[in-house]
């Protein structure tokens, strides 16, 4: 990874995370305000010790804190991760949070999981009305699929055609890792030289695919030259942009699958390559790296070879079909984490990571489409984890705030503020743990290797 791809995903991070934590916080600020409760900071990122920039207007101080971890609104009488105990030492304000009927400390613990999870709908829903929704059927995968080494373990072949999982279709090609990995699948059944088969996903495939994070399986395309790496020896030897590569040292080859295996076989080595250029058929001789790589890249625009399925909609369509999506994205998100602890294919240790599995998930190019579908992503996980029931989440406040409601009885201040430390413990070491796996995976373990 270049280190301009690695600021390219660096700056798409930081701005998706800003954008999430500032309208968080002001799903906290706004009822807060509604309800004349006092709101002392609002902090994008944590200040500890310092902050890089601050104001103050009115009662409260806005700023930027230097540690990117999050950010925070302080509301007045509230036991929060500011461990105010001198303010909760004096006898309650009619301003402070403590003092405010429960039902409205409710409204303004869940404000901020509310906003997210309509931010995640409102950018679904006008992605789908700006861009509409542009996938490539399954079904439509002509040439077949062509298939990793993991695939090939199994008894998937270069060329074979997906046609279901478990003996159910799935309509989008890109869905079929997750069709796999969601429901544990058993079988993938596939059409090879006219005839289907069925392939039996063995113990160990699933838990294989996640720990690799790329697909074992894609649509296998023509081979015609889209572009050349640097210093790239197809390009020094003559081949062209557009040229269609059709044969390797005499031999039919039509597909890039064709060209990885047996290159490997010439490091060093003169092979000669046949394409067609135009009408025009002719032989290129190539002299192979001791990389067994070409620097010849495929032309990666897939509306080339197939027919794509394009729905378009009306800012009115867009609406539910932008709800529909948010919903069915947080069910299949709440699936993985159930997946975490019931499934023996799914480790914990492999599948989560901290801000640098984060990072990767966005492209090494500025792309304005896949920056707003992983930000509508990140609201809905960031909605889901603060509503779980832990102590110093929002869902912990909910939690005792319902206690209260349902009882009649509020917790003492001094449970509440043990919980609150119990809480911020376990959410600490999981941030520890799960940014400590990422150090492990991306540089420790290349030391022991």
Not at 122 to 134: D, N, P
């Amino acid at each position: 990874m270049t280190t301009q791809e690695i600021l390219v995903k660096a700056g798409q991070l930081i701005l998706s995370l800003s954008i999430l934590v500032v309208l968080h916080e002001l799903g906290h600020f706004i009822p807060a305000k509604l309800f004349k409760t006092k709101v002392e900071k609002f902090y994008l990122f944590f200040d500890p010790w310092f902050s890089l920039f601050k104001f103050k207007k009115g009662e409260t101080e806005y700023g930027v804190g230097w540690l990117p971890l999050g950010g925070y609104v302080k509301i007045s009488g509230m036991i929060d991760e500011s461990m105010d105990r001198d303010q909760l030492a004096k006898e309650p304000q009619p301003w402070e949070f403590r003092s405010k009927p429960a039902w409205q400390r409710l409204i303004i613990m869940i404000g901020g999981v509310t906003v997210n999870l309509i931010l995640g709908f409102l950018i679904y829903a006008m992605m789908l009305w700006y861009w509409g929704e542009t996938y490539l059927p399954t079904q439509n995968v002509k040439y077949g699929v062509s298939v990793d080494s993991l695939a090939q373990s199994i008894g998937l072949r270069d060329g074979d055609k997906i046609l279901s999982i478990d003996n159910r279709k799935v309509e989008n090609f890109q869905a079929i890792p997750a069709e796999i990995i969601l429901h544990e699948a058993k079988s993938i059944q596939v059409e090879r030289d006219g005839q289907e088969l069925n392939v039996a996903i063995p113990p160990g495939f699933i838990r294989q695919m996640i720990k690799q994070k790329s697909p074992f399986a894609v649509p296998r395309v023509p081979y015609y030259v889209g572009y050349f790496s640097k210093e790239s020896a197809g390009e020094k030897a003559g081949l062209k942009k557009g040229d269609k590569m059709i044969s390797f040292n005499g031999e039919p080859a039509t597909y890039l699958s064709d060209f990885k295996s047996r290159l490997q076989k010439y490091k060093n080595q003169t092979v000669q390559i046949g394409v067609l250029r135009g009408t025009d058929t002719m032989q290129v001789n190539v002299k192979v790296p001791d990389t067994g790589i070409l620097g010849v890249y495929i032309d990666a625009d897939m509306s080339k070879f197939f027919a794509l399925n394009t729905k378009k909609y009306t800012f009115f369509q867009a609406i539910p079909a932008g709800f529909n999506k948010c919903i069915n994205t947080l069910v299949k998100y709440v699936q993985q984490l159930r997946l975490i602890f019931v499934s023996k294919e799914v480790k914990a240790s492999e599948s989560l990571g901290g801000f640098l599995t984060i990072g990767n998930l966005f492209p090494g190019e500025w792309d304005w489409m896949s920056f707003w579908e992983m930000t509508a992503l990140l609201s809905i996980i960031l909605a889901f984890m603060n509503i779980l029931p832990i102590p110093a989440l929002d869902g912990g406040h909910v939690l005792f705030l319902l206690y209260e409601i349902v009882t009649g009885r509020k917790p003492s201040e001094k449970f509440l503020e043990y919980a609150q430390i119990v809480g911020m413990v376990l959410l600490f070491g999981l941030l520890l743990y799960a940014n400590g796996l990422d150090l492990w995976r991306n540089i420790f373990s290349k030391w022991f290797s």
